[in-house]
């Protein structure tokens, strides 16, 4: 059974939505963090460097694969080389089936915050209503307790949403939501960085924030943070990007959307930290401690640090409602593309209804993601996203470098980006693809394997690591696998890209 293939409606539809997928929760509270423990305004240096030299190169090898072979992660990669479908698989299957199931559960914890704004419900101590009030933590990740209702019932909310978006097809569903969500998250952003800038105290913020300490950027932990934060917020190794490029017209200006959606995604980062590091600054000075004293990162910054600010501002309720709302909005914008990237890929390689899979992929996910809305949560949520970004995103990023760059034509992909852009790509982007990006990418993974070797991650056992990290991602390799070895019930496998059907 042959399947029509969706197309967006404009170049602009597909940009939205590439940016929709970068731009992630990462983007709002681990960005800004990263840059102020890194050097602050010197971090930028490292930043800009790995988004030239790895960033923009591999998210431009991953919308020229899809764009060219006219697929999904699995079905681009048999078309290039048919043992390596597996990769694809692994890709999807790993981000579906596990970045997306606590994702949408970190989303259901911002809209539950977004609406204990309004009364400020976390009171004073913000710590102890998070951790112990809303999560009901329990003792370790051993101890999984009983499922958190109020958390549950937003998460279905958020599956709902989910399905509902990717269920009404490319133009009208996932490229409608973005042209809504992104014009939106960019308005609320900006009124939460021009309030912040007005509050006493956001000056030390932004100086804490960007000053410059050049001696920090000598230190080799700060590039690698630099490569990595790249890495995990352009959404590379996700097949994401893929699957959204196969969706482009014939004629499409790649390089372009490229160069737009990496500068887009990079430039809110560093404007987002802009309203984070003012508020941070806002209550230092409430509070007459130091920056030191109050920022903390990732979660701890969002659900504590932001909330105890919330309650010492005038106005506070409303503030936070706008904040959370922005993590909503970041977080489906997100959650909408890992799940068309599976979507995508099952409809290729099996040719079933569309809509029967999304139905079937968003209940089986919603499912999947009960676990970490226990008691126990949390300290899963940890583990697993651990072990699938600091392995499983790296491995895939330097399998298709691998892939494309020595066991394909990469020439003949870079001729089809510059017969269609207006920005043309010259030799080093070979260089970057073959050699350059898998060096700086074996450098990470094995530094991380060395400082896991050295002792368990945060603490948690060996038996916690193995059965709950470990565990995970090696029963998505072998789902992976699995699925590849199936016949493909499509004639796609066949086609061949764009250029081959040129002859």
């Known amino acids: ?257 490229t160069f737009l959606t990496a500068l887009i995604n990079s430039g809110y980062s560093i404007f987002a930290g802009f309203a984070t590091f003012s508020i941070l600054g806002y209550m230092a000075k409430s509070q007459g401690v130091e920056i030191s004293e109050v920022v903390s990162q990732s979660i701890g910054l969002a659900f504590v640090a932001y909330p105890k600010a919330l309650t010492l501002l005038p106005g506070g309720n409303i503030f936070g409602a706008i904040f959370f709302l922005c993590l909503v909005v970041a977080g489906l914008s997100s959650s909408i593309s890992i799940i068309e990237a599976f979507v995508s890929a099952i409809v290729d390689k099996f040719g079933f209804s569309r809509k029967k899979v999304i139905t079937i992929v968003s209940l089986l996910g919603f499912l999947g993601s009960i676990i970490f809305t226990s008691q126990g949560g949390l300290f899963w949520l940890d583990i697993v996203d651990h072990f699938l970004t600091h392995y499983g995103l790296v491995v895939v990023g330097i399998a298709e470098c691998i892939l494309v760059g020595w066991f394909f034509d990469l020439e003949m992909i870079r001729e089809h980006i510059n017969k269609i852009s207006s920005i043309k790509i010259g030799s080093w982007w070979g260089f970057l693809i073959r050699i350059f990006i898998p060096v700086v990418l074996l450098i990470i993974l094995a530094g991380d394997l060395y400082t896991e070797l050295r002792k368990p991650y945060e603490g948690y056992s060996w038996s916690s690591i193995i059965f709950i990290g470990v565990d995970w991602v090696l029963a998505t390799l072998i789902a992976a696998f699995l699925i590849a070895s199936r016949p493909w019930n499509t004639a796609r496998r066949h086609e061949g890209g764009r250029a081959d059907n040129k002859g």
């Open 1 to 257: 059974m042959e399947h029509k293939r969706g197309q967006w409606s404009s170049e602009l539809g597909f940009l939205l939505a590439a940016v929709g997928s970068a731009i992630g929760l990462g983007n709002i509270w681990r960005f800004s963090y990263m840059a102020y423990e890194n050097g602050g305004g010197a971090f930028l240096v490292p930043y800009l460097v790995a988004l030239l030299t790895a960033g923009i190169p591999l998210l431009l090898l991953e919308f020229a694969v899809g764009h060219e072979r006219i697929g999904s992660a699995p079905l681009a990669y048999a078309k290039i080389k048919k043992n390596w479908e597996w990769l694809g698989w692994w890709a999807v299957t790993f981000v579906m089936f596990g970045i997306e199931l606590y994702y949408t559960v970190v989303i259901a914890w911002c809209f539950k915050f977004f609406l204990f704004s309004f009364d400020l419900s976390w009171g004073a101590d913000p710590n102890n209503f998070f951790f112990k009030e809303f999560l009901i933590l329990s003792d370790g990740p051993s101890t999984i307790g009983s499922i958190r209702i109020p958390i549950f019932s937003a998460l279905a909310l958020i599956w709902a949403v989910n399905w509902f978006i990717v269920y009404r097809g490319i133009d009208k569903g996932i490229e409608l939501a973005n042209k809504i969500f992104m014009p939106l998250l960019l308005i609320l952003t900006a009124v939460l960085v021009f309030w912040a800038l007005s509050l006493d105290g956001a000056m030390a913020g932004l100086r804490a924030y960007l000053t410059p300490d050049f001696s920090k950027i000598a230190k080799p932990k700060v590039w690698i943070d630099a490569y990595s934060q790249i890495f995990f917020t352009l959404s590379l190794g996700f097949g994401i990007m893929i699957a959204y490029a196969s969706y482009l017209p014939e004629k499409s200006n790649i390089s372009k959307s």
